[in-house]
C-alpha cells in the first residue's frame, strides 16, 4: 500500500517559491565542475566502501522502472559518505548484445551507432538523476579495451580446461536464429522475441561451471543473512545436487556400459524397464539396429520432442510418451533383461541421459509404466515401521480400526500413485528388512565390489553454454586449423577485433554473421603458419557481466584486466543493488568467475558481492514497466515535472524495497510538496550558524536527535521509506515550533533544518544542497559527515502508563520513564477514573510492569 507525504499547507517563502527544476539545473553544474564523488585514492585514509549497481542495457533512453534501481543505489552510496567511507560507485554499460543487433537490422543501422547513441542518453538521464557516480570509471562492455580482457579471460578457462567445445542439444530460437541459455527461454519461448524455442544439436563452446557445483552450493551458506533468502533458495535450487550412485547397465549386443545416475540405488531390485532420452546419441545408436518401422516411428518421435520444451517435458500431468527401441538393458544386481525405451520425460543433459525406471516408486515412471502396461514391482514396504515405533492406525468413533490397509491395498499398479515414502526393503535379496539409508550403503558396497557401481552425485547444474551466432558479441579467440587442431589466438594479437558491420547482413541465418566476413575469418596457424580459420561465433553476454566488477577498480588499465592490488583494496562489491530477475544465472556466473579468479590466484575472496539488495518491479497497467512492451513511463520527462528529487522521493517512499510497486500508487505531487514544505523551513530559519543548538526547544531536539539515531539502522536495514517517513515528522515537527512559541530564531530550528537537509541528501540530493547553502555553508551537504546523537536526548522525559481494571482499560497515566513499580502502583490506585470505575470493589491481585501497564484484577 502506497503512502502519500503530508499536503503542504505553508505559504511560498518570499522572494519565490520552490522551483525544482532550476535547483536541479544549478547543482548538476556544480557537480559536473567539481566531481566530489570521486572515489579516493591511496593518500585516502578513511575505510573504503564499494557500493555497485547491476548495470543497464542501453536499449534507448531509462524509464521509472531503471530509475528505482539507481535511486536505492545512490542512496546507499550516499549514506556511506555520510558515515566517513571513501566510497567507490562507478557506472558502466552492457553494451553487447541481441537486443541491438535486432534493432539495427530494423533501422538498417550498425549495432555500435544505435548502442553508444543510447548510452549517451542513458547517462545524461543519470546525471540528471543527481546520481553520485565515480564518472572517472565508466566502462563499456563492446569496448575492444573491454573485451579484450574476455578473450584474455575464456583463453585462461581454456588453459585450466574449463573452455571446451562439444555437439549437445540446445535451445535454439528459429525467429533470432541463435542459441539461448535455459533462462532466456520463458514457458517454452524466446524471453526476447517470442517465438517458440526448439531443441537443435549443435556444436558449441561451453564453460566447465560444473566443476564449480559444490563450491558453489557449500559457499552459500557464507551469504545467509547478506543475501535475500529468497535468492539463496533459488541459487540452491538452481544447482540442484543430489546423492546417490552411478548404476553401469550392460545392454544386449553392444560393447560397454551406459551408466545410470540414481538417488534411490537402494531400489535397484524393483527396476523393471529403461528409459533414454529420444535425443540423445546413445538413443539414435540403439535405434539403429531395430526393425525400420522402429526407426521410422522413432525418427518421428525425435523430431516431435524437439519441439518441446524442457519444462513441458518435465511437466508431470501430461500423458507419457515413447518408443521401445527393441533392446534390453541387464540389471547388474539381479541379471534381470530391461526393455529399453526412448522417452521424452528423460532429459539427455540430466545425469547420463538414460534412467532405471522403477515404477513402484516413481510418479513418473508409473505413469510410463501404467500407459505402456509394463510391469510394476514394489520393493519398499512403506507400511513396515522404519523406527520401531508402532504403526498409527485409522480407527472410528468406536475405537475399531478402520479397514485393512495391506501393501496390495495400496498397490500402485492399482492405485496409480507411486509410493515414496520411507519403508523396509522387500522383494530385493540381500536388502529385505533394511531401512532405506541402510539398504543404499549395502547396495552401493555390493555394486562396487562387482565393479558395476559406486557412490556419486549429480545435479541439476549444466555446464554454461556460451556460444551465440550474432555479431554483437565479443568473438570467440580460437583458432581451426586446416589439420583439425582448436588453438588460441596469440595474446599479443588480443584483441581480436569484430570487422566492420558495413557490408554483412546481420539478418539471423542460423549462423555467425561473422562466418560471411571473409577477410576477417581468415588468418593463419600461430603454430605452423598455414591457412586457418577464426571462429565465428561469439560470447554470451552473461561473460561480460561475469567480472565487470573488478574492471571498475581500473577500467582503462591496457595491461591487465584488473588489478590485484587494487581488489585488495576495494573487492568484494560491499553492497550490490539490482533486480530479482538475474537472482540465477547472472550472479551464479559471477560467483563461478570469482572462484576461477581466486584458483588462479588473482583475488583473495571467493564471493564477489558480500551483500545483496534486490528491488521490486515498477508496474504500470498491473505488468513490468517494459520498452519492448510500450508500458512506461520516460525517464526525462519525469526530470522536468515533477523533478528528479520529487520522483526519487515518491519511488522510496511508496514501500520497501523489496515489494514491486505500481507507478499509479507513487505520489510525485505528495513529494514535490513534502520538498517545497522542506525547503522552506530552511528559508525561515534565522538564527546564524554559530548558534548554540542546547539553547534551543528540547521537544523538537528530541525528534531531531531520534532522527539521527534511528537513520543508520533503518538505513542498513533498507528501510528507506521509513527514513522518509521519519524526516516528514521531522519537517512537521520543525514547521510546527517555527509558527510558535521563539519562533524561526530558534536554534533547534536550525538544527532541525541542517539535520533535515543531511538525511534529505540520500533522496532528494538537489533540495538538500540548495538547503544546505540556504543555511549558510559552503561545500556539499553529500560530504558532511553524519552529526552523532546526543544520547541525553534519546531518553524519554515521560510515557504513558495504562491501568487495567480486569483486562479492561479504565486509565492512561503520564508519568516519569524512570517510574519503579511502588510508585506507578500508588499513583494508579490514586487516580480518579481509577477510583471511580472499581466502585467500591476490593483489589484481589496488581500486577505492575513499570513504566507501562497496571493490571488490577478484583476476582
Same mark, same amino acid.
Given at each position: ?8 499547507? +505553508? ?26 564523488? $570521486? ?36 542512496? &546507499? ?101 541463435? &542459441? ?16 517458440? &524455442? ?46 546417490? @550412485? ?60 524437439? /519441439?518441446?520444451?524442457?519444462?513441458? $517435458? ?19 544386481? #539381479? ?23 522403477? *515404477? ?93 557401481? /559406486? @557412490? ?20 570467440? *579467440? ?47 596457424? *600461430? ?6 580459420? /577464426? ?18 577498480? #581500473? ?144 521537544? !523538537? ?38 509558527? +510558535? ?51 541525553? !536526548?534519546?531518553?524519554?522525559?515521560? &510515557? ?16 516519569? @520513564? ?17 477510583? /471511580?470505575?472499581? @466502585? ?20
Amino acid at each position: 500500500m502506497s503512502q502519500t507525504p503530508p499536503p503542504d499547507t +505553508s505559504a511560498p517563502a518570499e522572494g519565490g517559491g520552490y522551483d525544482p527544476y532550476a535547483i536541479q539545473q544549478k547543482w548538476q553544474a556544480r557537480w559536473a565542475e567539481a566531481d566530489p564523488f $570521486r572515489a579516493g585514492g591511496d593518500d585516502d585514509k578513511r575505510p573504503r566502501k564499494y557500493v555497485l549497481g547491476m548495470f543497464p542495457y542501453p536499449s534507448g533512453d531509462m524509464h521509472m522502472g531503471h530509475a528505482e534501481n539507481y535511486a536505492y543505489v545512490d542512496s &546507499v552510496a550516499r549514506f556511506w559518505r555520510h558515515r566517513g567511507y571513501n566510497v567507490l560507485n562507478p557506472m558502466g554499460w552492457d553494451s553487447f548484445g541481441l537486443p541491438a543487433e535486432n534493432a539495427a537490422i530494423q533501422r538498417g543501422a550498425d549495432p555500435r551507432a544505435w548502442t553508444y547513441e543510447n548510452i549517451a542518453q542513458q547517462k545524461a538521464s543519470l546525471k540528471n538523476f543527481g546520481t553520485s557516480y565515480d564518472w572517472s570509471r565508466v566502462l563499456h562492455t563492446s569496448d575492444p579495451d573491454y573485451y579484450r580482457w574476455n578473450q584474455w579471460l575464456f583463453q585462461k578457462l581454456h588453459e585450466r580446461g574449463l573452455a571446451y567445445r562439444k555437439e549437445s542439444p540446445v535451445n535454439w530460437c528459429p525467429n533470432d536464429q541463435t &542459441v539461448l541459455a535455459n533462462e532466456q527461454v520463458v514457458d517454452g519461448r524466446c524471453e526476447r522475441c517470442g517465438h517458440e &524455442v526448439v531443441k537443435k544439436k549443435l556444436t558449441q563452446w561451453y564453460f566447465r561451471i560444473t566443476e564449480y557445483a559444490d563450491r558453489l552450493l557449500d559457499d552459500l551458506n557464507q551469504l545467509e543473512g547478506s543475501w535475500p533468502s529468497k535468492v539463496i533458495r533459488m541459487q540452491r535450487n538452481w544447482i540442484g545436487r543430489s546423492v546417490g @550412485a552411478d548404476i553401469d547397465f550392460e545392454i544386449e549386443g553392444r560393447d560397454g556400459v551406459v551408466t545410470v545416475f540414481s538417488t534411490r540405488p537402494d531400489t535397484l531390485h524393483g527396476a523393471t524397464f529403461f528409459v533414454v532420452a529420444p535425443e540423445s546419441d546413445l538413443a539414435a545408436e540403439l535405434a539403429a539396429g531395430a526393425s525400420a518401422e522402429v526407426r521410422m516411428r522413432f525418427q518421428a518421435y525425435v523430431d516431435s520432442v524437439g /519441439r518441446e520444451s524442457e519444462i513441458e $517435458r518435465q511437466a508431470t500431468d501430461r500423458p507419457k510418451t515413447g518408443v521401445f527401441l527393441e533392446r534390453y538393458a541387464i540389471n547388474p544386481i #539381479n541379471g534381470e533383461r530391461l526393455p529399453i525405451w526412448a522417452a521424452d520425460y528423460v532429459l539427455a543433459d540430466y545425469g547420463h541421459g538414460a534412467v532405471m525406471a522403477v *515404477p513402484a516408486h516413481d510418479q513418473r515412471d508409473l505413469d510410463f509404466a501404467r500407459a505402456f502396461d509394463l510391469p510394476v514391482r514394489v520393493v519398499v514396504d512403506t507400511l513396515a515401521p522404519i523406527t520401531g515405533a508402532i504403526p498409527v492406525i485409522d480407527v472410528d468413533a468406536d475405537g475399531i480400526p478402520v479397514g485393512d490397509e495391506t501393501l496390495d491395498s495400496i498397490d500402485p499398479a492399482k492405485t496409480g500413485i507411486a509410493l515414496t515414502g520411507e519403508g523396509r526393503m522387500i522383494n530385493s535379496g540381500t536388502l529385505d528388512g533394511l531401512s532405506k539409508r541402510n539398504a543404499i550403503a549395502r547396495v552401493i558396497d555390493e555394486l562396487s565390489a562387482r565393479g558395476r557401481g /559406486r @557412490a556419486a552425485k549429480s545435479y541439476r547444474l549444466r555446464d554454461w553454454l556460451i556460444s551465440r551466432q550474432r555479431y554483437w558479441g565479443t568473438p570467440i *579467440p580460437m583458432i581451426h586449423t586446416a589439420d583439425g587442431r582448436i588453438v588460441p589466438v596469440p595474446d599479443e594479437q588480443l584483441p581480436l577485433v569484430l570487422p566492420d558491420a558495413a557490408g554483412l547482413d546481420l539478418t539471423p541465418k542460423g549462423t555467425s554473421p561473422l562466418g560471411a566476413a571473409t577477410e576477417w575469418m581468415q588468418t593463419v596457424d *600461430p603454430e605452423t603458419g598455414e591457412p586457418a580459420l /577464426r571462429d565465428p561465433d561469439t560470447m554470451d553476454t552473461f561473460v561480460d557481466s561475469s567480472w565487470y566488477f573488478l574492471r571498475f577498480l #581500473n577500467p582503462g588499465d591496457p595491461e591487465k584486466a584488473f588489478s590485484p592490488k587494487e581488489a585488495d583494496k576495494w573487492a568484494p562489491v560491499d553492497s550490490y543493488i539490482g533486480g530479482v530477475e538475474h537472482a540465477i544465472l547472472h550472479l551464479l556466473y559471477a560467483r563461478f568467475i570469482t572462484k576461477v579468479l581466486f584458483d588462479m590466484g588473482l583475488v583473495e575472496f571467493t564471493e564477489p558481492f558480500s551483500s545483496l539488495i534486490n528491488q521490486g518491479m515498477v508496474l504500470l497497467d498491473g505488468s513490468k514497466m517494459s520498452k519492448s512492451k510500450g508500458n512506461l513511463v520516460e525517464f526525462a520527462s519525469s526530470m522536468v515535472d515533477p523533478g528528479a528529487d520529487a520522483s526519487r522521493v515518491a519511488m522510496v517512499f511508496a514501500g520497501p524495497v523489496e515489494d514491486d510497486i505500481n507507478w499509479e500508487d507513487v505520489s510525485t505531487t505528495g513529494a514535490q510538496k513534502f520538498l517545497a514544505r522542506a525547503w522552506r523551513v530552511a528559508q525561515d530559519v534565522s538564527s546564524s550558524p554559530d548558534a548554540v543548538w542546547a539553547e534551543g526547544d528540547p521537544a !523538537l531536539r528530541r525528534v531531531t536527535h531520534r532522527l539521527l539515531a534511528d537513520a543508520p539502522g533503518l538505513v542498513e536495514q533498507t528501510k528507506f521509506n521509513v527514513v522518509v517517513a521519519r524526516l516528514m515528522e521531522l519537517v512537521n515537527a520543525t514547521r510546527k515550533t517555527i509558527d +510558535s512559541g521563539a519562533g524561526p530564531a530558534d536554534p533547534a530550528v536550525r538544527e532541525a533544518a541542517e539535520v533535515t537537509a543531511m538525511v534529505l541528501d540520500l533522496f532528494a540530493p538537489h533540495t538538500a544542497e540548495e538547503m544546505w547553502e540556504i543555511l549558510g555553508y559552503e561545500g556539499f551537504v553529500g560530504l558532511v559527515p553524519w552529526r552523532q546523537a546526543d544520547p541525553t !536526548l534519546l531518553v524519554e522525559e515521560s &510515557v504513558t502508563a495504562v491501568v487495567q481494571i480486569d483486562g479492561k482499560v479504565r486509565a492512561t497515566l503520564q508519568v516519569p @520513564a524512570r517510574i519503579d513499580a511502588d510508585a506507578l502502583e500508588a499513583l494508579a490506585r490514586g487516580d480518579e477514573r481509577v477510583i /471511580r470505575s472499581l @466502585a467500591g470493589r476490593e483489589i484481589t491481585r496488581a500486577v505492575v510492569r513499570a513504566p507501562k501497564v497496571v493490571s488490577f484484577s478484583t476476582h
